[in-house]
């Protein structure tokens, strides 16, 4: 009993200093490790066009089982990563799965495009559209079904030297998305500078629009900027079937959140694609949603 009581007043503390780092000190110098023992993966969200609801491509997002810490979501390692030089260790595993995944679904007869988010610091490897080229080369990948997704705030931060990086990879082919649009500081002046296809809106906005007003309002707008501008126009947070009407009835390209799927790990995102193949007959190019 007593032990109980000791572990719950211990949990009830928020960890010193001392405990924060030594954590980040621990992610950092166990991560190598970690992905050789296949405890760092990838989970596959999917994307839906609108209105007719075929899958349209995945995002990639990453995730790590950590023996000590159990799950990790990307926002509690992620930042640690970056901040040693290892963004480019992570990136290049991600990368790689997803391709691996691309390449098995055209082997499968499905065009489905697969969405990497990337950190300011790949932007600041001037290789780095060397090696994306030889990625896609390597598992003859259409350049067309790799997006890469980046904050707006990652961009800014360094122009200079993210925007030549950013062009190299769109002259390949590959798409480019702004993601989180609308929590940044940025203008929407500079998204016409930018070499991108895709906006991203931020999934505070989506979450609120059927609630609140000012969030609806956001959302109109980056759908009609977005478009104005020649974009595709993302929509990430859809929980609801009311807020995946309300962005088809404005004109929203893709749509991803929950009410489509959570984040799945491969082996159930094949079977979810299965589930909604094999629901439409004699379509073996198209994955069409009935939701
Ligand atoms: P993001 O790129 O904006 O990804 C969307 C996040 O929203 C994901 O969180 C996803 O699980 C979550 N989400 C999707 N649909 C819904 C919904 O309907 N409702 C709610 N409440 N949330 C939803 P996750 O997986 O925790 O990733 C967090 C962030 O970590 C990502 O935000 C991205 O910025 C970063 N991240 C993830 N994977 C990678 C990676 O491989 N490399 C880098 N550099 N960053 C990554
Ligand atoms: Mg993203
Ligand atoms: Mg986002
Ligand atoms: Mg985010």
């Not at 110098?29 to 405890?39: A, K, M, N, P, V």
């Not at 963004?87 to 997803?98: A, D, M, P, Q, Y």
């Not at 360094?158 to 190299?168: F, G, M, N, S």
Request: some cysteine; charged content about 25%; hydrophobic content about 40%.
């Amino acid at each position: 009993v007593r032990a109980t009581r000791g572990g719950e007043e211990v949990r009830g503390y928020a960890p010193s200093m001392g405990q924060i780092f030594l954590r980040r000190f621990q992610l950092v110098t166990q991560f190598r490790q970690s992905l050789e023992d296949g405890h760092v993966s990838v989970h596959y969200q999917p994307k839906i066009s609108l209105p007719n609801r075929q899958v349209q491509g995945v995002e990639a997002l990453v995730r790590w089982v950590h023996p000590e810490f159990g799950r990790l979501g990307p926002d509690e390692f992620v930042p640690a990563i970056e901040a040693a030089g290892l963004i480019g260790v992570l990136t290049s595993f991600v990368l790689e799965e997803s391709l691996k995944r691309v390449r098995k679904w055209l082997d499968e007869g499905l065009r489905i495009s697969a969405a990497v988010n990337l950190s300011v610091r790949n932007l600041a490897d001037e290789d780095f559209p060397a090696k994306v080229q030889r990625e896609l080369e390597r598992f003859d990948i259409p350049p067309e079904l790799l997006t890469f997704e980046l904050t707006e705030s990652g961009v800014m931060s360094d122009p200079q030297k993210a925007l030549p990086i950013l062009r190299e990879l769109h002259s390949l082919g590959i798409e480019l998305a702004v993601d989180d649009f609308g929590t940044g500081y940025s203008s929407l002046a500079y998204l016409r500078q930018l070499p991108v296809d895709q906006v991203k809106i931020d999934k505070s906005f989506v979450l609120g629009m059927g609630t609140d007003l000012g969030d609806l309002a956001v959302v109109r707008s980056i759908v009609e900027l977005g478009h104005s501008l020649g974009l595709t126009v993302v929509a990430e947070g859809v929980e609801e079937d009311v807020a995946r009407d309300q962005l088809e009835a404005m004109g929203c390209d893709v749509a991803q959140g929950y009410l489509i799927s959570r984040p799945l790990p491969e082996d159930r995102l094949e079977a979810w694609l299965q589930a909604r193949t094999a629901r439409s007959p004699g379509r073996h190019s198209e994955t069409v949603l009935t939701l």
